[in-house]
């Protein structure tokens, strides 16, 4: 079956810009996550959501950084007033529920380049 | 959720099997083992996981040793496309912010032709 898809998979804006990232998950998902990684780091945890609802926002860097989800599928991940700081790949996962049995399974990422 | 020690790199040649370790001593009874991999550009791929006993399925094999105290991800005949950075990450069932996935420095597999 799909798995997560990411869009765009590239994204160059100019700092100050705002972007939204998509993310779609597997069908049937209840959980989905939103991690990044700048070049040559590990993940950084940004949010969760459960269904629609997001329990854990702590991992957002500012209050220039949001997300949605809406009917328990698609997420976007929107970032105002970019700062270069913000390049890095926006990666999205999801798994069936939240748990540690509960394996989560990433998308390929948007690659965000700030200007 | 405990920390794992991995080698930073590895080589295998192609078609032989690839035994990659991983310690995790402080491992806790709750605990399970992961392994994920990261082509280079692409996102963290799932491989496999497991509580005690060892497992398998179509991508690798997961040897979990009796103490739980270390374990071994087998890619049983390695190719090119193996090659691809491998983390061994210890998650706790439940509670906490277990939903956190957090990756150490991981092996660099090299699979050479």
């Known amino acids: 079956g799909a798995g997560v898809s990411q869009s765009p998979s590239n994204k160059v804006t100019e700092k100050g810009k705002d972007v939204e990232l998509r993310c779609d998950p597997i069908s049937g998902h209840t959980a989905l996550y939103w991690y990044r990684q700048s070049l040559g780091q590990g993940l950084e945890f940004l949010i969760y959501f459960q269904g629609n609802s997001a329990p854990d926002k702590s991992g957002l860097p500012s209050d220039r950084f949001s997300a949605e989800r809406t009917g328990g599928s698609v997420s976007t991940l929107t970032i105002q007033r970019t700062q270069q700081e913000d390049s890095a790949v926006y990666l999205c996962?999801?798994?069936?529920?939240?748990?540690?049995?509960?394996?989560?399974?990433f998308g390929p990422g948007t690659r965000l380049l700030v200007l | 959720d405990a920390k794992t020690t991995q080698p930073p790199s590895m080589d295998c040649a192609e078609g032989r099997a690839a035994n990659l370790p991983c310690n995790h001593s402080t491992i806790s009874g709750n605990e399970y083992v992961y392994w994920y991999r990261q082509i280079h550009s692409q996102g963290p791929q799932y491989i496999i996981h497991g509580l005690k006993n060892n497992e398998t399925n179509e991508m690798a094999s997961l040897i979990i040793t009796e103490d739980r105290k270390s374990s071994t991800l087998i890619l049983p005949h390695a190719t090119l496309r193996d090659t691809a950075v491998y983390y061994c990450i210890v998650r706790v069932e439940s509670g906490g912010s277990n939903y956190k996935l957090t990756f150490g420095k991981g092996t660099l597999l090299t699979v050479n032709p």
């Open positions: 996962a999801s798994s069936l529920a939240v748990g540690a049995g509960k394996t989560q399974y």
